[in-house]
Structure formats: structure tokens, C-alpha cells
């Protein structure tokens, strides 16, 4: 036994007076004889040896077998040994086995998302999103719902490291505090603050403490993808800093220009959800219309009725063409902004009409947030000028606004080190040296201060040159607050004791502030002293939000400067080659590159994974001799960078789009290496759009793991949709799409006992944004496989989205420079008659008694994968290796799984299963209750739950005034593949789109 | 009665032409007997080494490919979603294919009273039966969780568990099973004879004990001979429908999918005359070599060999009407997934593997139109061989270009081989040859008591001869 315990003294937690790193102590275990001789006598003598690490895929070493455990994890193929460790005393409140649900807050840049998470005995496991936080309404993102994974990073700073070296709190609380007498001393003078932005109060509040202590200290912010372009807009347009928030509900007619509205920034899930609630083609205030006009394709693109191209660059010339159009249509307008450009006419004037057509205050044009100030504020009077203020666009005061350039802080804070005149430097969290413009030569200025300290969760480029790196803590695991757009003030809530006893900004700000605080003390001093009383700080702690916290503010509108502004619009370059940088959905800023199911997450149009490539349009692919996946040198400004050529439909010609965030060195295991690191071509200057680019096309090729090759439905009715036109003249078109013979079951009809549970997708709210994919991940412990594996079609993800592109051209089916695109999530259609139950030999896949369900009995599947071939709608997936690394999986890493869902072994066949555990929690609950069926509601799979859209409803569907039912009785409900006699269980609600009848031809 | 006596008699209904003398070069029984025998009997020839040295090299690529299959999982090859299936199950048909031609040639053409199988089926029951060996290799490796395939048999367990009767893979199981025992042992009865002449002549004490054992007792009475013939009819009974069935069962794994290119209800019979076309084309490559090395040319006469041939031309011909029907069907039920799945098939990114599979066994047989290709040894050799590339490209093509891309494009795919499915692949015939080299070495290669029994000597005639000359001119055995 003795050699079992061994094993399990790798505590998750360490002890931090024996100066073992987690790491070290199993390297250390791995090596003792003990082990050795149970690796042995566990596994065949020489087995081990098979496991040559030349020739073992690479993904291997991903998830942390990299060292000599890797050897038993791919060999080990027996049910694991589990232990059970009962609690010597039963906290309150907590019924082993059942989870608990916290509120708290995650903040990303300038997105505040309120949050419930969900946790089992003490360590949070699944992410959803808060209904009472305007940010959220309920639904999630793809990066929220891959929290849970950073959290548990074995990669994650989990030592205080001096030089590289671990070290521990002691010897840092030491160094920091000699330091820090010193430069009070001084005034703060030679002291270097650098920090993310902040939307927490108690922040700003501390950060001003630290400003009256060290009053001559240089304290900036930086933050690579977030951009005032907004606020300073603002300025123009009303003289002050005020953040537009929308209201996507109220608009009839939608512009989006060059704004990705529903897929990224601060409230879009709210966005996406009011877009939503206007695509139901039978509602009384009817289908609202949204149109795009963007270089690079974006989720609001695809989602959109109409959309259009525009070069990078243009929204400005654009925004002052359509002012021409509405202005001759009699739209007043502040004199100077309209100007005719050189753009589609019959589109924009068909566009201008119909936003005067729509009643005043119904239409809403928004510009992305990375648009210059100009452009916003010309925005803003486009707005103003058809009534919108105050109905569609409402206005917020800017929280903590950063004035000037985006770049002016990091760019002060590197001249300073460059000088000499930084003694200490205390980089709070971020990665300038990494991610700061790449003419500030960040990673150099910050070796000549003298004393470097860095706050940050992961090691990182920047904390790979700093003297002293401190483990900060997860939001998870940290008190803080945050503030909204629209002002919402929300709690940050720790779900689980700092795994690595890190300390969070707020603790170390306090810390320098001279007097270091805990982070729940911080939070609720600020709280009571500027909000409010005990009682509500019980409540906000509760539901997580402060409601009626939002504020809005009148605003006026100083036409002069916008007229002045409108005239600094620059003029569209249509001769170089442009590069666009673009913010991943994926590893946002990079800060997730080492977050696997980030990485292998699909990126909604490309369905690139673990990679970025040069995206350039067919067209400018066609004209530089470009193949997909090429490697490509693209040269902008005397900088180059080298990487792969993806060729993305509907894309501006001549602009090379590069999403900023990979080509990490200093990530992680999962996260190094993964792409090209963009940032080496951007500048201060041009942080979003680079002129004169060249691009050279090189040999070889690169590797681009993608979950989707084929983009074309194949004139299948696969995806049905109809324009709002066709949908009135026959509402039943969908069904009406496919003819078959009648259709003879080959077996009896099962027998429904009890509730039947269903599902039906609407194709018309789906903007494919993968929140739905990585829930079902989080939620069903779905292992990620790596990139090789990834394109050898082996990725595991139980909910796809299959996005095909449609060619507008009826001249030329195969012209893909304006394409449309449809988004299905297609998972486990749960059959009647399921083709992949005939089939398997020894009944591992079968129909439950009750429900109706296709069950997947892992215990039973041999793995034949007869199953998987006979699923007309391929979503089954096999284990073709031990993805999960079980055996060699750091224990850290083993807490993020679900332990209501079983975690399958090597060979076993798997799928969507409608969220069983789900779904017999509530029928456990509803008999406990002494109810004899769920209320409806009560189940939502993890999917539904996550999606901001509710394109996913569940159900029982023998319940008539079930969600469900109702979506199924609507005339566009129809069965994917229903010709077949499959009878599923999940049907679609076809997409019907709502052009501009001017615009149909 | 006396030899000359044998020679001179007139022979009765039917008269064996010329081109259809069975055995010759003159050979008495005992000439048989030894050429046979001897084989076994000879100290090893050098080239014995060789080949078995070649064959257990191969044998260990298998070996290799396993153990690392084991150790790693299914993922060492090439498969993916959505193609499921690949080299493993190609290969799995590609071998049951072969394992055709034995049983064939034992059991049909025995009842059909076909008398020249007799030079050529033990070695073609034995190859049958070594394919088979081959052919169960990869169902059973091709699971995921191999340790526990045994859920594939119903045995009585604690769980109260049946497998699943409707699934075609158990179907499988069963058949290929069936066919298994019933051409072992029918392969066994017909060796009892044999073995007893090897014991017979057997020098060594080691010799004697293991063909003694073998032989069961055999000592040639005539009740022997009784109960032999009935046991040997009956048998040949029972694998006849075998034949059919069992590739009509394997092609069920396909045609009762819902998959667009598996789901085909010319299946059966294609399937079984693919088999036979394969299997007769390795038979042919087989005995090309044997008789070659052993110096059995007039026991596997070229009159054999061409008549395998024709059957290889009909049957090639027939899997070519399959191909056109397929794609005539295709079009005829205007389904679209249906006739996408022929175009992308002819014309999609496997279009190089159906194109090989048309070359090979539709085009290739056509030269066993003419007699003297059908009669020239290179000629048939390559052909064989080609045949056999061409059936081993009719399952992949019928495999993987039906998965690759069904229903939703959305989910389609490529699959690529990896070096461990070639491994197996590749490995597997070392098994075979291994099998077959040791078959060679220690048992009768050529079924002597039935050739004995299809020479003119065994069939003397003496109450008839009275009669004939009687009733009808006189007609003399043209004696060569």
C-alpha cells in the first residue's frame, strides 16, 4: 500500500513550508522505486518502453503527462481505482453529492458578465450565466464557460518565483516591502505601476490611495484589445465620456458597421438576446432586419439579413456616404458630415429609406468599438438624428475612462524604463511584454528596471523577465466587484480557497497602499461605504447583481464637432494590401492560449482550431497565387511575420485579417507555439488596421486543424430557410422542402412511458457563437485531443455547429465574395428509431425505458464504432485513444470534471445525451417534491442553458403547453433527415431571413 | 487383375476427352502417393527456410502492429469521424473474400461432381481456412475496448445480457463462425485418408505417433471408405449454403445500414460473387507457385488452371454488372444522397481507388477471353494478383467512400492510412504465409486418395465392359 499512498500524498494542495512545487513532488514521486515497481508490476515488464516519446502524438504531452507518468496514462486502460474520503464533519448547508450555486462576476476588458456557478463539495465545476445581470440575461460565452479550466491549469502560477527560482510569500512580503519604504521615501518617484483596466470600484478607490501615497509614482494602464474609440467619441459628439447602450429590442432596422454587435464586447450577450426576440416571424411588432457592412466576417455578419462588404478601414467613408443618402432623402443632419463615397448606392439608398421609413426612434446604427473616435461620434449624430437617443441608444457614464490614445500609458511607461528612471515596476496581471505595440520594444524597456515584480494567474512572456512573480488569484477565487456598461455594480465572489494561495490586484494594490488587506475586507468597506448598508450587501452577495445600479444620462449633441470630427475621416485606401488585427473568440488577447477547450473550440466562420491564420478573400487569394493553409510571409512596416493563408468567404478584398493571441512562447504547455504571434506586427500607430502591407507566399504548408472541410450544403435540405416573403406565402415551406414515400417502420414503435423529452433549435436565433459547444464540454467532461487529432477528424465535441456558406450570385453558384452563411448546432438527435441502435452488436446503445431517450451504456460499448458509421447525422464520437490521460492527468486538472457525468476510458463511443444527469436530478427532485411530472423549465440542458440567444428549447413533448410543444407546432418546425424515418427527437426551426424587398432580386 | 488389362479396357460413358485428362505424365498411384508425400518426408529444402523465414518476418509486423494497436488504441490508425471503418474492415471482407474459394471448390463443385477440384482442393480449403484465421483477426482487433469483446457472444452472464440479435455484426459472428468450423473440419475429414498414408510411411517414431494421432484410427476398411464418403457428402452439404451465406451476411454489415452506398439490396450477390472471384484468383496464385516448386505440373495440370480461370472471368464479369447496376440504381431511385454518393464515388476524391477497382476486376479478366491467356502461367499469375488488388480496392471503395461523405458535408472527411493500418494489413498476409508455408511442409498438399480416385485406374469397370460393346461401337480410351 504503501506505494498507493506515495500516489496520493501528490496533495492537490501543497504544503507551503516543505518549498515543494507541486510539480516537483510527482517528478519526485515518479522517480522513487516504489512507483517504479508499480508502474511494473501494474503494467506488463517493457510495456513502458513501447511508449516511445519520439513517436507518441504530440497531444500527449498536453494535459500533463509529460513526465515519466505519461507511460502509465497511455497505457492504462483499466476502470480507475476511486476513493472515497468522507467528510469527518458536514459543513452546513451542504448535502454531499448535491451542488451548490454561487453568483459572482467575470470581467473580461470592458465586458461585465454576472455569473452562477455551480459547485461540488467546494470546487466549482460548471459556469452559467446570472438572468439578473443585464450582461448576461442568463446565457454565457464560450470563454466564460472555459473558466473552469484556467482555473484548474496546472500551469497556472502556483509559486512565488525570485529569479525563476520558487520561492514563497515570506521571502517576497520581505523584498516587496523594502522596496516599497523605499520609494515612499522617495514620493513614489521611480516607481512604475502597471495595470489592466479595471472596472472595480474598490480598484479605482485603492488605486487612488496608492496615488496620494506615492504622488510622483507613474501608474498607467494597458490593455491590448480594449479601445475607448467609444468614449472618445463621446467627447466629441456630447462633451463628456459616455458609453452607448443599446436597446436591440426596440430597433426595427439594425446597422452594423464594422461592429460585431452579437458575437464579442461588453453586453452582446444581452444583444444577441434582444436580436433574437425580434426573429420570430409571426410576432406582432414583426422580424426586425439587421444589416452588416464589414470587412472581415463576424458572427453579426452571418447572423445578419443583409451583408455587405466594405474595405478595412472605410466605416468612416461609409458612415458619411449613408449621412448623403438619408441627408437627400430630407433627414437633418449637423452640416459637413455627409458625404457621398464610393459605395454600393442602390444598397445604401434602399438602406436609407427604409431607416427613415421605420417610426422615429426605432432603428439603431452601431459602429465597432475599435472604430476611431471620429467615426463614433459620426455615429452617434446619425443616431441622434433619427430619434434614437434615449429609445435605442441610451447612454451611460464611462467607468474610469482612459483619455487619448489607447496606447499613451504603455507607451509612457515604456519611454520610463527605456530612460532609466524605473527603479520598481509592479505589473498588475497582463503581458506587455507580449502583447504591448511592437515599436515599444516592451520586453527590452523592462530590463532595465532594476526591481521587477509581476501579479499575474499564469506565467507569461512578461513574468518570464521579471525579478519577482507573485500567483495571483482566479476570479474564482477572489472578492472584487465590477461595473457594467450601463453601470450595473455586480459582486466578484471566490467559489473555492485560492488552490495556490495566490493574492488578488485588490490585496496587492492594498499591499502597496501601505496597508494589505484581504479582498473580502476591500470589497465590502467599499461596498458599505459607497453603496449601501449590511442588509444589502447580504442581498447583492446573493443575487450577485445590485439591481437598479444602472445609470443613464441625458446627453447633447455639439454638432460643430462632429461636422469638425467628420471631416478627419480617413479616406479609403483601395490600393495596398491592408492588415486587420483582429481579437480571437477564442484566447481573446492571448490570455487563453493555454485553455484547451478554448484552443479546440472551432472559430465560428473558419472553424479553425489551436491556430490563426492570414484570412484573405478567394479573390485575393486567386490574384496572389494563394492555396489554403500556404505559409505566407505577410511584411507591414519593416516587420514580418510568417504563418498560414486561410481563405475566408466574404472577406474585403486586399486585407489579410490576423487574430491577435497566439504564437504564445511562454503559456503553457497546451498554449505554446500554437499559431503566429500577431502583435509582432502591430504598432502603436496602427493598432487595428496596418496600410502597405506585402504578403509572399512561401513553400510548405501549415498545419490548420479545422472541425468542418466541406462548407456547402450540396443543394441537401439541410439548413432550410426562406425569405419573410416566401415564409408568409407558405408557412409550411420547410416541410415541404423534401419529398419521400410514405414511411413503413422496419420495428415496432417504442412504447412512451412517462415524460418524452424533446428538443427543437431555432435556426433563425442561432448566430453560432460556441457558448453551447464548450458548455456541453464543461458540462460532460468532453476531453479535448489536440491539433493532429483535430485533423485527423477526431475532435470530440458532442454539440457541433456546422456553418455553410451559400453563394448570393445566382449567376455563379460558386462566387463566394458575398456568400451567406448559416450556423446549425447539430448534436445527438435522439431518435425513435435510431439507426445506431439496431446495430450495435451488444446493445451498448439503446432506448430508454422511459423518456425516450438514445442511451449510451459506456459500460457495455466494446467500441465496434458500427454506431457511429450508421448515424446519418455523424454526431457520435469515439475515444480513438485515452484522450483524457487519466492516469498521468494532474489531479489539479481532475477537479474541473463534472461528477455527475461519467468520464469515459479509451475505446468507448460516446454522445450527446440530452444532459441525462440533468434530466434524473429534476425527476429525483420532482418525486422527492411528490410531483408526478417535471414542470417544464426545470430541465435545461447545458447547451440551452448557455445559449444567449434561447435558440435551444427542451421539453417534454407529450406536454402541450410545453416550450418545446409550442416551438414544435410552429408551421417552420421540421426533422433534420426526417425522410429516413428517424423520428428525432431535436427538430429545427428553419431560418427565415428578412431582406429589404428592394434588395431581392 | 493385371495392369494391361486396365489399359486396353474400353471405357463407359462419358469419355474423358483429351484436354480433360486430370492427371498427367503417365503417373501410376503410387507415383502420386509419392510425389505427394515426399514433400513431408524430404529433409527441408533451403527455399523452405527462405520462405518461412520470410513469412514469419511479415508475421512479425503483425505482431508489432498489434501490440502497439493494444498498447495505444484504435486511434494508431487512420479512422476518424466520420469514416468509422476503414482498412480494418476491408480487410476483415477482403480475407472472408478469399476464404471463399476453398469451400467452393470443396463443397460445390464436389456435389456438382466437378472431378478436377480434386488436384486443387486441400490447398484451397486450407487457404480458405488460413483467411479465415486472417479474416477474424480484425473484427476482433478493430474494437475499441478489445478486452471486452467477449460481450460479442451470448454467454450466460450476471448482467442477464443478451447481445443484440438485430445487429447485423452479430450476424456476423455467427456466420463467419460457422464457416469457420464447418470448412475446418470438412478440411479435416478430408485429410484423415491422407494423414493415415503418412503414417504409413512414416521413418521417424515422432513421425508415426503425431500422423498416427491425426489420422484417428484410419486404416482404410471399407466401412472406413463408407463412412467417409457419407461424412465428406454431407459436410459438402452443409458448407454449400455456408458459401452463400456467409458473404451474403457480411455484405448485411453494409446493406442494412442507412449509410448512401451501403444501403443496397444487390449486396448478397455481389458480395458472394466478388468472393469467389477473389478466392479463385488466389487459389490460382497459390498453386501457380506450388506446383511450380514442388513439381506437382501434372497433378495441377493447365487444364485446371484454366478452368479457374474461366470461373474468374465469369465471376469478374458479374461484380462488373454489380458496379453498373449500382450506379443505374442510383440514378433510377432519385435519391440524392444515393446518386451523390456513386458520383463522389467515381468522380470524388477516391476516384483513383474505384478507378483501380475497375482496372483490376473489370478490365483485367477480360483477358481470360482468349485461351491463350487463359492457358499461359505469367499471364494468369499477374492477373491473379491484379484481381486481388482490385478486390481488396472494391471493399475499401465500398467502405470508406460511402463514409467519408454521407448525408451532412458538414461532417464529411478524408481518411488518410496511417503506418500501423498498412502494418496490419501488410502483417496479416504474414500470418497467412506462415500458416500456409507450414501447411506445405507437414501435411499432403494435394488430396491424394481424391486424385487417385478421379484417375482412369480407379474406375476399371469390369461387369459393364459386356454390355458396351454390346449396345454401342466400340470406343477406346485414347491412352497418351
Wanted: one cysteine or more.
Amino acid at each position: 500500500m504503501s506505494e498507493q499512498k506515495k500516489i496520493e500524498s501528490t496533495d492537490l494542495l501543497p504544503i507551503q513550508e516543505n518549498g515543494k512545487t507541486y510539480w516537483r513532488s510527482l517528478e519526485h514521486i515518479a522517480q522513487t522505486e516504489e512507483f517504479q515497481e508499480f508502474v511494473h508490476r501494474e503494467f506488463p515488464a517493457g510495456a513502458s518502453e513501447l511508449t516511445d516519446p519520439v513517436t507518441r502524438r504530440s497531444f500527449l504531452g498536453l494535459m500533463g503527462a509529460s513526465f515519466a507518468l505519461a507511460g502509465l496514462g497511455t497505457g492504462c486502460v483499466r476502470r480507475p481505482e476511486e476513493k472515497i474520503v468522507p467528510y469527518g464533519k458536514r459543513p452546513e448547508d451542504l448535502v454531499p453529492g448535491l451542488p451548490q450555486f454561487y453568483a459572482t462576476t467575470m470581467v473580461l476588458g470592458d465586458e461585465v458578465v454576472g455569473l452562477v456557478v455551480e459547485a461540488h463539495e467546494g470546487r466549482p465545476t460548471k459556469v452559467e450565466g446570472n438572468p439578473l445581470h443585464p450582461g448576461s440575461l442568463g446565457g454565457t460565452s464560450a470563454i466564460h464557460q472555459g473558466a473552469i479550466l484556467s482555473l484548474y491549469d496546472p500551469d497556472r502560477t502556483v509559486r512565488v518565483l525570485h529569479e525563476g527560482k520558487e520561492s514563497d510569500f515570506p521571502s517576497l512580503d520581505a523584498a516587496f516591502n523594502e522596496r516599497l519604504e523605499a520609494l515612499a521615501r522617495q514620493r513614489g518617484r521611480g516607481l512604475l505601476i502597471v495595470h489592466e483596466p479595471s472596472r472595480s470600484p474598490s480598484f479605482h478607490a485603492l488605486l487612488e490611495r496608492v496615488r496620494r501615497q506615492y504622488p510622483e509614482a507613474t501608474i498607467v494602464s494597458w490593455d491590448p484589445v480594449a479601445h475607448n474609440g467609444t468614449t472618445e467619441g463621446a467627447r466629441i459628439a456630447f462633451g463628456k465620456a459616455v458609453e452607448p447602450v443599446y436597446s436591440v429590442a426596440q430597433a426595427d432596422t439594425i446597422v452594423a458597421v464594422e461592429a460585431d454587435l452579437l458575437g464579442s464586447g461588453p453586453h452582446s450577450l444581452r444583444y444577441s438576446r434582444e436580436w433574437a426576440s425580434r426573429r420570430e416571424p409571426d410576432s406582432p411588432e414583426g422580424m426586425n432586419r439587421l444589416w452588416a457592412f464589414e470587412a472581415v466576417f463576424t458572427p453579426t455578419g452571418a447572423a445578419a439579413d443583409h451583408r455587405f462588404r466594405i474595405g478595412a478601414g472605410e466605416a468612416g467613408a461609409f458612415l458619411r456616404h449613408l449621412a448623403a443618402a438619408l441627408e437627400q432623402r430630407g433627414l437633418q443632419l449637423p452640416a459637413g458630415i455627409a458625404q457621398r463615397g464610393d459605395f454600393d448606392a442602390k444598397v445604401t439608398d434602399a438602406l436609407a429609406k427604409e431607416l427613415l421609413e421605420r417610426r422615429r426612434g426605432r432603428t439603431l446604427i452601431v459602429v465597432g468599438r475599435h472604430e476611431p473616435a471620429e467615426v463614433q461620434a459620426i455615429a452617434f449624430a446619425l443616431n441622434h438624428a433619427l430619434g434614437n437617443t434615449d429609445r435605442t441608444v441610451r447612454y451611460s457614464p464611462a467607468f474610469q475612462p482612459v483619455e487619448g490614445r489607447p496606447d499613451a500609458g504603455i507607451r509612457l511607461a515604456a519611454e520610463k524604463l527605456t530612460k532609466g528612471e524605473v527603479d520598481t515596476v509592479i505589473l498588475l496581471g497582463g503581458n506587455p511584454a507580449y502583447d504591448a505595440p511592437s515599436d515599444l520594444n516592451f520586453g527590452e524597456a523592462l530590463g532595465k528596471a532594476k526591481h521587477r515584480f509581476h501579479l499575474t494567474w499564469a506565467p507569461n512572456e512578461t513574468s518570464a523577465l521579471c525579478e519577482w512573480v507573485i500567483p495571483e488569484t482566479h476570479f474564482l477565487e477572489e472578492w472584487g466587484d465590477a461595473v457594467a456598461i450601463d453601470g450595473t455594480f455586480s459582486l466578484v465572489q471566490p467559489l473555492i480557497r485560492p488552490i495556490w494561495y495566490g493574492r488578488s490586484k485588490l490585496e496587492v494594490l492594498s499591499h502597496i497602499a501601505g496597508r494589505p488587506r484581504k479582498g473580502y475586507d476591500i470589497v465590502r468597506e467599499n461596498f458599505l461605504a459607497t453603496r449601501g448598508g449590511e442588509e444589502l450587501w447580504q442581498r447583492v452577495l446573493h443575487d450577485g447583481v445590485l439591481e437598479g445600479s444602472a445609470r443613464f444620462v441625458e446627453v447633447e449633441l455639439d454638432e460643430a464637432a462632429v461636422a469638425q470630427a467628420a471631416s478627419k475621416v480617413a479616406r479609403p485606401d483601395r490600393e495596398s494590401l491592408k492588415v486587420v488585427f483582429r481579437v480571437d473568440s477564442k484566447v481573446y488577447d492571448g490570455r487563453f492560449a493555454n485553455n484547451g477547450w478554448l484552443q479546440e473550440m472551432p472559430e465560428p466562420l473558419t472553424k479553425l482550431t489551436w491556430t490563426n491564420g492570414a484570412l484573405v478573400s478567394p479573390a485575393t487569394a486567386k490574384r496572389l497565387g494563394l492555396q489554403n493553409t500556404q505559409r505566407v510571409r505577410v511584411e507591414v512596416g519593416g516587420r514580418s511575420l510568417e504563418l498560414g493563408v486561410w481563405i475566408q468567404p466574404g472577406q474585403a478584398d486586399d486585407t489579410v485579417a490576423i487574430a491577435l493571441g497566439y504564437g504564445r512562447t511562454h503559456a503553457g504547455r497546451v498554449g505554446n507555439g500554437r499559431g503566429a504571434n500577431a502583435y509582432a506586427l502591430r504598432t502603436g500607430d496602427a493598432l487595428w488596421l496596418a496600410s502597405g502591407a506585402r504578403l509572399t507566399p512561401l513553400s510548405g504548408k501549415e498545419l490548420m486543424p479545422t472541425t468542418q472541410s466541406h462548407g456547402f450544403m450540396e443543394g441537401r435540405p439541410i439548413v432550410r430557410e426562406a425569405s419573410l416573403t416566401e415564409y408568409k406565402a407558405d408557412p409550411e415551406f420547410a416541410k415541404k422542402m423534401v419529398e419521400h414515400p410514405p414511411l413503413i417502420p422496419l420495428w415496432p414503435e417504442h412504447e412512451w412511458i412517462g415524460q418524452q423529452w424533446g428538443m427543437a433549435i431555432d435556426l433563425n436565433r442561432c448566430i453560432g457563437c460556441n457558448g453551447c459547444v464548450v458548455a456541453c464540454q464543461a458540462e460532460n467532461n468532453i476531453p479535448i485531443v489536440g491539433p493532429e487529432q483535430v485533423r485527423m477528424g477526431r475532435a470530440m465535441h458532442w454539440l457541433r455547429i456546422d456553418r455553410y456558406y451559400a453563394s448570393t450570385n445566382p449567376a455563379d453558384p460558386t462566387d463566394l465574395s458575398e456568400p451567406e452563411v448559416v450556423h446549425q448546432p447539430v448534436s445527438c438527435q435522439q431518435c425513435e428509431h435510431a439507426p445506431c441502435e439496431n446495430v450495435c452488436p451488444v446493445a451498448a446503445t439503446v432506448h430508454s425505458l422511459e423518456g425516450g431517450l438514445n442511451d449510451m451504456v459506456y459500460n457495455r460499448c466494446i467500441g465496434t464504432r458500427y454506431c457511429a458509421n450508421n448515424c446519418p447525422y455523424k454526431v457520435r464520437r469515439f475515444n480513438f485513444l485515452d484522450f483524457h490521460q487519466k492516469a498521468g492527468l494532474p489531479k489539479v486538472r481532475q477537479l474541473a470534471f463534472n461528477p455527475d457525468v461519467t468520464v469515459r476510458t479509451r475505446g468507448v463511443m460516446e454522445k450527446c445525451t440530452y444532459c441525462v444527469q440533468r434530466i434524473n436530478a429534476a425527476r429525483r427532485d420532482a418525486k422527492v417534491a411528490g410531483l408526478d411530472r417535471v414542470p417544464d423549465g426545470v430541465i435545461t440542458p447545458a447547451c440551452a442553458q448557455a445559449c444567449p440567444t434561447e435558440a435551444i428549447v427542451f421539453g417534454d413533448i407529450t406536454d402541450p403547453a410545453s416550450r418545446v410543444s409550442k416551438r414544435k407546432k410552429e408551421a417552420r418546425n421540421y426533422e433534420l433527415l426526417g425522410e429516413l424515418n428517424t423520428q428525432p427527437r431535436t427538430s429545427y426551426l428553419a431560418r427565415v431571413r428578412n431582406p429589404n424587398p428592394e434588395l431581392v432580386s | 487383375m493385371s495392369a494391361p488389362s486396365i489399359a486396353t479396357t474400353k471405357i463407359p460413358i462419358p469419355p474423358t476427352p483429351p484436354d480433360e485428362k486430370l492427371v498427367t505424365g503417365g503417373l501410376t498411384f503410387s507415383d502420386v502417393t509419392n510425389l505427394v508425400s515426399q514433400v513431408t518426408e524430404q529433409k527441408t529444402p533451403r527455399n523452405w527456410y527462405l520462405a518461412f523465414a520470410f513469412s514469419l518476418a511479415l508475421l512479425g509486423v503483425f505482431g508489432v502492429s498489434v501490440l502497439w494497436l493494444l498498447w495505444e488504441g484504435t486511434g494508431v490508425w487512420g479512422l476518424q469521424q466520420p469514416v468509422g471503418w476503414a482498412w480494418d474492415i476491408t480487410n476483415f471482407v477482403f480475407w472472408v473474400g478469399i476464404g471463399h474459394a476453398g469451400t467452393l471448390i470443396s463443397a460445390i463443385l464436389f456435389l456438382f461432381r466437378q472431378k478436377w477440384r480434386t488436384s486443387v482442393n486441400r490447398a484451397a480449403e486450407a487457404m480458405t481456412i488460413f483467411a479465415v484465421i486472417c479474416a477474424l483477426m480484425f473484427p476482433g482487433l478493430h474494437v475499441g475496448r478489445i478486452w471486452m469483446a467477449y460481450y460479442l457472444f451470448p454467454l450466460p452472464n450476471q448482467m442477464g445480457m443478451w447481445p443484440n440479435f438485430r445487429s447485423p455484426l452479430l450476424w456476423d459472428v455467427f456466420a463467419v463462425g460457422t464457416y469457420f468450423t464447418v470448412s475446418l473440419l470438412f478440411w479435416y475429414v478430408g485429410l484423415v485418408p491422407d494423414l493415415a498414408t503418412l503414417r504409413d510411411r512414416a521413418k521417424t517414431r515422432t513421425r508415426a505417433l503425431v500422423y498416427g494421432l491425426l489420422s484417428l484410427g484410419w486404416r482404410g476398411s471399407m466401412r472406413h471408405w463408407i463412412n467417409y464418403e457419407k461424412a465428406y457428402l454431407i459436410l459438402a452439404g452443409i458448407s454449400t449454403p455456408l458459401v452463400l451465406s456467409v458473404h451474403t451476411i457480411v455484405s448485411f454489415d453494409f446493406a442494412t445500414s442507412v449509410i448512401p452506398g451501403w444501403h443496397t439490396t444487390i449486396f448478397p450477390p455481389y458480395f458472394v460473387a466478388g468472393a469467389i472471384f477473389s478466392g479463385f484468383a488466389m487459389v490460382v496464385s497459390l498453386m501457380v507457385i506450388t506446383r511450380q516448386v514442388f513439381g506437382f505440373k501434372d497433378l495441377v495440370t493447365l487444364d485446371h488452371l484454366e478452368k479457374m480461370n474461366k470461373i474468374i472471368l465469369l465471376t469478374g464479369t458479374m461484380v462488373g454488372y454489380a458496379y453498373a447496376m449500382e450506379f443505374f440504381i442510383a440514378w433510377y431511385s432519385g435519391s440524392l444522397y444515393e446518386r451523390y454518393a456513386f458520383i463522389n464515388r467515381a468522380f470524388g476524391p477516391y476516384a483513383w481507388a474505384y478507378w483501380t477497382m475497375i482496372t483490376c476486376n473489370v478490365i483485367s479478366p477480360q483477358f481470360f477471353w482468349f485461351r491463350k491467356f487463359r492457358r499461359s502461367i505469367p499471364v494468369m499469375f499477374v492477373l491473379s494478383i491484379v484481381v486481388n488488388i482490385g478486390m481488396w480496392f472494391e471493399r475499401f471503395v465500398i467502405i470508406v467512400t460511402s463514409l467519408h461523405r454521407d448525408y451532412l458535408p458538414g461532417s464529411w472527411g478524408y481518411f488518410m492510412p496511417t503506418i500501423w493500418d498498412i502494418g496490419l494489413f501488410v502483417g496479416s498476409f504474414g500470418l497467412f504465409f506462415t500458416l500456409f508455408v507450414l501447411f506445405l511442409r507437414f501435411l499432403p498438399v494435394i488430396a491424394v486418395s481424391e486424385v487417385k480416385g478421379v484417375m482412369p485406374e480407379a474406375d476399371p469397370h469390369h461387369h459393364a465392359h459386356e454390355e458396351v460393346e454390346e449396345k454401342a461401337p466400340l470406343r477406346t480410351a485414347e491412352a497418351s
